[in-house]
């Protein structure tokens, strides 16, 4: 067909058009297909069809001037996923499979958060919760755009990265996540960041029950909660929600790309 169509959409889910017709095909994209093991199945799985979703790898859960530190609370754990991760997402990238920054960011006027979500960060209403600054260094808690909302320093955020704000522990809820993902064509989902047993574990259910292919990244994933709840995070993901592995594994399937 000799015709000067223009490109319109983001592929794969792309038409072509000019002023009289519209090609609706979306020519397949070619497979990427590789090999991984995981605690209960070898996957084959198609690199084209697979996005990275990093979840709060942020100052305020991560850093040790950040809220969670502020608040009594070890963050050592949480900064445990930075150093996999490093070596992971340049690996990912080079094979043009998206990174997802699945950020908490709340607007700075907390109008679509509700008292029972204000209640968690702050229980008593006398401490410092959502939107109010920390004491070192001013930044409102968890606000887009602040200090503590942005992700850990030693986690660079490339252009080709995609940025979500999220305003619950699913990341699916109330944000264009899923939209940006299906019109992406993703189907596959690996999954990293913090925490695991309560933001991870929320944003991957929603993921399962939505329909995608959920693969948890052991070693990229961490929790701040006692050791029990990563096992019952890793126990549930692998006996109901979909397969657990880790980044070594992942990186040598792609470079033994089939």
């Known amino acids: 067909m000799n015709r000067s169509l223009r490109s319109l959409g983001v592929s794969p889910n792309a038409w072509w058009v000019d002023a009289e017709m519209a090609d609706l095909t979306r020519p397949?994209?070619?497979?990427?297909?590789i090999m991984l093991p995981t605690d209960t199945?070898?996957?084959?799985?198609d690199l084209t069809k697979a996005a990275m979703v990093v979840v709060d790898m942020q100052n305020d859960f991560c850093h040790p001037d950040g809220w969670l530190a502020h608040i009594g609370v070890d963050v050592t754990p949480a900064r445990e996923p930075i150093l996999p991760l490093k070596h992971l997402l340049?690996?990912?990238?080079?094979?043009?499979?998206?990174?997802?920054w699945l950020n908490w960011g709340n607007r700075p006027d907390?109008?679509?958060?509700?008292?029972?979500l204000r209640h968690v960060y702050n229980?008593?209403?006398?401490?410092?919760?959502?939107?109010d600054p920390l004491p070192k260094n001013k930044a409102p808690v968890l606000i887009k755009d602040s200090w503590a909302a942005a992700v850990v320093d030693e986690l660079a955020i490339e252009p080709t990265d995609i940025q979500v704000d999220k305003y619950r522990m699913?990341?699916?809820w109330d944000t264009p996540l899923d939209s940006i993902l299906r019109n992406l064509g993703k189907t596959t989902l690996f999954f990293a960041g913090v925490n695991a047993d309560q933001c991870v574990m929320a944003t991957l259910q929603d993921a399962n029950f939505l329909g995608y292919d959920c693969i948890l990244l052991r070693d990229c994933t961490a929790t701040t909660s006692p050791d029990y709840c990563f096992q019952s995070t890793i126990y549930n993901v692998n006996q109901c929600f979909g397969f657990v592995t880790d980044s070594l594994a992942i990186v040598k399937g792609v470079r033994s790309e089939e």
Not at 41 to 45: A, G, V
Not at 90 to 100: S, T
Not at 123 to 131: A, K, N, R, V
């Open 123 to 131: 229980p008593t209403g006398e401490g410092i919760g959502l939107g």
């Open 110 to 116: 907390l109008l679509n958060i509700s008292p029972a």
């Open 90 to 100: 340049p690996e990912l990238r080079q094979v043009n499979v998206p990174i997802v």
């Open 41 to 45: 199945k070898t996957l084959r799985l």
């Open 170 to 172: 699913s990341g699916f």
């Open 28 to 33: 397949a994209v070619p497979p990427r297909p």
